[in-house]
């Protein structure tokens, strides 16, 4: 992960973070480019909250070292560094108007010092209200707002400040589903006008995809990956990122790489899908391994297959009659498109076709990315 | 919180009358008129009896007139209603008694209530080794007998002359309910979420300015219920005003009830109670405003003494 | 959890703390020394040490020995009495189909913020041995003429004394363990009731260990109050008749700003001052601390 040579906002070297028992951040290492919106992406507890508090400094690394604009920060106080946060519950003022709530971090003795006199207070507030469309509720009282408001509110609050960088807190995590897409379209059309660095956490891998320039999948404390979404998607660096990044998640396969070619485990005589070509710095020649393939890689057609076996357990139709099949395996469930407007019944054996090139072949242990097959192998018995 | 409105009939049941409906939607009109049931409320109703008779007969009292009370003895109704006892009695103590218990009071208030609360959000939102220690510490002031200082207070007063002054009442009375202002606001600062201040810092505020600016403002409520207590608890204060000031002095309402009292012609009970009226009214009121509040959704559950 | 520098409580507990030292702690200290030194104002100066010889001077003293038994009256009778009383009637209370429970525990609440001196005065004057209404009322009840000396009796001084700091605090303590019975757990009453448990079986085996807890701190905290009494005594009895009802913090007093045996005095309290820390000792590590952190 070599930083390129824009310039680095924010970075992380190294930093840990434990809580009792709980190790939050675990040797974490990160680079957030100038103007880039990162997102940092994983499951509840993960971590994500805690990095951006040590962004933020609302927390102080056990070891290792928080760099803001080339400067370490650690003994910093949250007051002093030029960040601005949206917290998952808001934490509107109750007691002040949507506006003072908004003017609030404007009106800090470091803001008024640092205070350029270029934009009013009163501009810059209804500039960004707009932005946000919520001019009109300036004058209510934050126990007035919908959910929706209080998270535009919040999201007003932060952005209308001078900052190195905004960090986001799973901002649309409360917002129902329509709410949320619609959302996400309209920050999308934000950060690009905002040209800001951030930092945007979520567990939503869509919302990761579709705002991130770059993503930063987290795992207990761990960053397992950064890169662009598409890359994420399509090289993942271990399983769970390969889990994490598609819906519906990734089928897992059980296979082994024999004599360099990779073959299915319970395929009767151990069907053979094509080459092993290992990815760089990988070490592993034989032995078993998970096949990764996406169901959207996965078809039936009603006839032969690749010879992965399962019986029928669920048909899922879609409005435009497509749909997808639930089938057990040997590796378990596995689900595949149908590729035909034939419906298979609930019990029904059938073969299920592979796209080799798009499959991943992780290691069953470590699950990390060992590489790809690359088709045209002969197939069938040995 | 648990929130148990008075409102509903909520409560175990210990009840005998088990033709009532489940726990929790009770509804009285349903439930008979039982013997157990009507012994309770006679009970009940003596109890209430007993409390508020002391009230009545004080109120009686102060308004015979004192040749009616020596002569006649006691009634259960006045022969006739006068408010002589009041005037005489306000007249002789307003100035400096009852001026001075307010002062004392109200200052200590306000002091005890500032010093409380910045010590309730010292322990509540620091975490150092020894914080309980250090509460309990301050807590445990009250369980001090005061005798137990009085003595070397007085002569510590003394020498530093401030004998007989108000000053040193006050500095008294607020050392004496800070522990119990810290007490009542720790809770309530507890209800304050550390979101927002976070956001504040964040915001870039320095510590202390988001405890003046967000923290305080939403400890109102606490502020009030502690305030109360506390000017409840100066006003009523009797030991140390007796042994550190004089009557005429420097001295509270309670110093010139109990002065009244030691008149060598024996009490008159007449003035007595008006006065004692007078030192219990504001009490009275504070306290009804505190149920007007209470009565307003906040529970009592929230309040525990 | 905000994790803020560690030293960053200080200023916010300093003055609290330099204040409580200035003013509370360091005249105990001052009180220390002169209970262990012969101090009279009359020369006051170069006082001799004595150690603990006050102390023994105040066992000795059967004055000393009579305000220990007073005490000790009046805090086991007023505890007995105060907490039966008190648990009674909140169980009373707690019952379902009482009506005005809210105006009750409103009216209850009012004793205990009258000002004890207030207090005595008016029970001197309920206790009135002729026209009081206390005597009239017994002497409605057992028909004959009652006119008990309440003030100038030893016995019935005694008593006079506990039925005011009953009166004044009986229904305090009675709303504290209404709540505490109100906020307990529903189920267990739920299931009893399937058990066709009688009221008195759910009295033993549910409601009283549950509440357990808060009584005892309860009764205790009362109990410190009542150890440490001084404005009822001095407006109702003053002590008397003789010394009949002078506790040891009476005792005290009288000791100190009556006949300014100062370092006797000081002894006296100072005795007073390690029973109460000895009784929140217990009471903090019994656990309790959970209730004070409310």
Redesign the interface.
């Known amino acids: 992960m070599t930083a390129s040579a824009a310039t680095l906002t924010v970075e992380l070297r190294n930093a840990s973070k434990r809580f009792g028992k709980i190790q939050a951040l675990d040797e974490a290492n990160l680079a957030v480019r100038e103007g880039e919106c990162l997102v940092i992406a994983g499951p509840s507890g993960a971590g994500k909250t805690t990095l951006l508090r040590l962004v933020a400094g609302l927390e102080k690394p056990d070891s290792g070292d928080v760099v803001i604009e080339g400067r370490t920060v650690n003994k910093d106080g949250a007051w002093v560094r030029r960040t601005g946060m949206t917290f998952e519950n808001y934490a509107l003022y109750p007691h002040l108007t949507v506006r003072d709530n908004i003017a609030f971090p404007l009106r800090s003795k470091a803001a008024r010092n640092s205070a350029n006199g270029k934009e009013s207070e009163e501009s810059r507030v209804r500039r960004i209200a707009e932005m946000l469309r919520i001019e009109e509720l300036l004058d209510r009282q934050t126990d007035q707002l919908s959910g929706g408001q209080r998270q535009r509110v919040s999201l007003a609050r932060c952005l209308v400040r001078e900052a190195v960088v905004f960090l986001l807190d799973e901002p649309l995590a409360h917002l129902d589903a329509k709410l949320r897409l619609a959302m996400r379209t309209e920050f999308k059309r934000m950060v690009s006008k905002l040209n800001a660095t951030m930092i945007y956490a979520t567990h939503d891998y869509r919302e990761a995809m579709a705002l991130g320039d770059r993503i930063a999948v987290i795992q207990e404390g761990q960053i397992i990956q950064v890169d662009t979404p598409k890359r994420i998607f399509d090289q993942p660096a271990s399983l769970l990122v390969a889990r994490f990044a598609g819906h519906p998640p990734i089928n897992t396969i059980e296979g082994s790489i024999e004599g360099g070619l990779v073959r299915l485990s319970d395929a009767g005589e151990g069907a053979v899908l094509g080459a092993y070509s290992a990815a760089d710095d990988v070490n592993f020649s034989h032995g078993p391994v998970i096949i990764g393939v996406r169901p959207m890689d996965c078809t039936w057609d009603g006839g032969a297959g690749s010879g992965l076996e399962g019986i029928v357990r669920a048909v899922k139709v879609r409005q435009d009659n497509t749909g997808t099949v639930l089938a057990e395996t040997g590796s378990g469930l596995v689900e595949a498109t149908l590729a035909t407007s034939a419906r298979p019944q609930f019990g029904d054996r059938i073969d299920i076709r592979i796209e080799e090139d798009r499959s991943l072949i992780f290691d069953k242990e470590s699950e990390r990315l060992l590489g790809r097959i690359v088709p045209g192998a002969s197939k069938g018995a040995h | 919180m648990t929130t148990s409105s008075l409102e509903e009939n909520v409560g175990p049941a210990t009840s005998e009358t088990r033709s009532t409906v489940a726990i929790g939607d009770f509804s009285q009109e349903k439930a008979k008129w039982t013997v157990g049931r009507m012994l309770a409320h006679l009970v009940l109703v003596i109890f209430a009896f007993v409390i508020l008779f002391p009230f009545y007969w004080m109120l009686v009292t102060s308004v015979r007139p004192q040749t009616a009370i020596s002569t006649a003895g006691a009634v259960l109704w006045p022969e006739e209603i006068t408010f002589f006892n009041y005037e005489q009695v306000i007249a002789a103590h307003l100035y400096p008694a009852i001026m001075n218990s307010f002062v004392a009071g109200i200052v200590s208030t306000i002091l005890a209530v500032a010093l409380g609360t910045l010590a309730a959000y010292g322990l509540e939102r620091y975490r150092f080794r020894g914080r309980e220690d250090v509460a309990f510490f301050i807590l445990s002031q009250r369980m001090m007998p005061p005798i137990a200082i009085a003595i070397p207070i007085l002569l510590i007063i003394r020498s530093i002359g401030l004998a007989d002054s108000l000053l040193a009442l006050i500095l008294l009375y607020t050392v004496f309910n800070l522990p119990l202002a810290m007490w009542i606001m720790r809770s309530f600062v507890r209800s304050v979420p550390v979101e927002l201040e976070e956001a504040a810092l964040v915001d870039g505020y320095r510590p202390f300015t988001v405890f003046m600016k967000i923290t305080v403002p939403l400890l109102r409520v606490g502020v009030a219920v502690t305030a109360i207590f506390i000017f409840i608890f100066a006003w009523n204060e009797f030991l140390f005003a007796l042994i550190i000031t004089t009557h005429g002095g420097a001295g509270t309402l309670p110093l010139a009830l109990a002065t009244l009292a030691g008149s060598p012609w024996g009490i008159e009970w007449g003035p007595m109670m008006a006065l004692s009226l007078i030192a219990i009214l504001p009490v009275l009121l504070l306290y009804a405003t505190v149920v007007l509040f209470l009565s307003r959704g906040v529970n009592l559950g929230g309040v525990r003494g | 959890?905000?994790?803020?520098h560690?030293?960053?409580?200080?200023?916010?507990?300093a003055?609290?703390?330099i204040?409580?030292l200035a003013?509370?702690i360091w005249?105990?200290g001052?009180?220390a020394w002169?209970a262990t030194h012969d101090f009279s104002p009359l020369l006051p100066f170069d006082p001799p040490f004595v150690g603990l010889g006050m102390f023994d001077l105040a066992f000795s003293e059967p004055r000393f020995w009579n305000g220990l038994r007073v005490t000790v009256i009046l805090l086991v009778g007023g505890l007995l009495l105060q907490g039966s009383l008190a648990l009674g009637?909140a169980?009373?209370?707690?019952?379902?189909?009482?009506?005005?429970?809210?105006l009750?525990?409103?009216?209850?609440?009012?004793?205990a913020?009258?000002?004890?001196?207030?207090?005595g005065?008016?029970?001197?004057?309920?206790f009135?041995p002729?026209?009081?209404?206390i005597n009239?009322f017994l002497s409605i009840i057992t028909r004959q003429d009652v006119s008990i000396d309440w003030i100038g009796e030893p016995t019935p001084a005694i008593i006079a004394v506990l039925i005011a700091d009953t009166?004044q605090w009986t229904?305090?303590l009675t709303?504290?363990f209404l709540?505490g019975?109100?906020?307990?757990r529903?189920e267990p009453?739920?299931a009893a009731?399937l058990d066709r448990a009688s009221?008195w079986q759910?009295?033993r085996a549910?409601?009283m260990p549950a509440i357990a807890a808060l009584v005892v701190v309860m009764l205790v905290i009362r109990g410190?109050e009542i150890?440490?009494i001084?404005?009822t005594i001095?407006?109702l009895t003053a002590g008397g008749p003789g010394t009949s009802t002078e506790t040891l913090?009476f005792y005290?007093?009288q000791v100190?700003?009556k006949s300014f045996e100062?370092s006797y005095?000081?002894a006296i309290?100072?005795f007073?001052?390690v029973v109460?820390?000895i009784?929140?000792l217990i009471l903090?590590k019994t656990g309790a601390?959970n209730l004070?952190?409310?």
């Open positions: 959890m905000t994790t803020r560690s030293y960053g409580w200080i200023p916010y507990l003055p609290s703390l204040l409580i003013i509370a005249p105990l001052y009180a002169l009637l169980l009373l209370l707690a019952r379902q189909d009482i009506v005005g429970r809210r009750m525990m409103m009216i209850a609440f009012l004793p913020f009258i000002n004890p001196i207030a207090t005065y008016i029970f001197r004057l309920l009135s002729q026209g009081g209404p009239a009166w229904p305090f709303v504290i709540a019975i109100i906020n307990l529903r009453y739920e009731r009221a759910v009295l549910i409601t410190i150890v440490k001084f404005d001095f407006a913090s005290a007093y100190g700003f100062l005095a000081a309290s100072w007073l001052l109460v820390v009784a929140s903090f601390r004070f952190r409310i």
